[in-house]
């Protein structure tokens, strides 16, 4: 399973833009200080079940997995991440930027459609 630089590159940031909607949203929950919480905590909190939780010798990531879970488990929190970012675009009325957001992710699914596929197989 290779994916194509490019398509990782497009994979990083959508990592990085998931977090930053994350915070933005977490942002605009709460007035006060509590904001900073929020916005901090949720990406914080997002990143480590991102990086933790990982299926061994994942070509897509160093390979290496500090608490291992099957692939299909690992799909799910990929879901679950990427969605909760879409979800926040649209609670936070950002309609076009999830509709792009959401695009960009359709595409590198459909891109990475053997990491899935190797995903689904571990």
């Known amino acids: 399973m290779a994916s194509h630089s490019l ?5 990083f940031l959508l990592e990085i833009t998931a977090l930053i909607i994350m915070g933005i949203w977490g942002w605009h929950q709460v007035d006060g200080s509590l904001q900073y ?4 905590g949720i990406p914080i909190l ?17 390979g290496k997995a500090p608490i291992p879970i ?3 488990l690992r799909l799910l ?6 969605g909760f970012a879409v979800w926040g675009l ?12 959401g695009g960009l992710l359709f595409l590198h699914y459909l891109l990475s ?10």
């Open 90 to 101: 649209v609670r936070l009325e950002w309609m076009l930027f999830s509709w792009i957001f």
């Open 37 to 40: 919480v929020l916005a901090v």
């Open 46 to 62: 997002a990143s480590t079940f991102w990086g933790v939780f990982a299926v061994p010798q994942d070509p897509s990531r160093s």
């Open 113 to 122: 459609y053997d990491r899935i596929q190797w995903l689904l197989s571990r």
């Open 7 to 11: 398509n990782l590159i497009l994979r």
């Open 77 to 82: 929190l990929e879901v679950a991440f990427f």
């Open 70 to 72: 099957p692939g299909l």
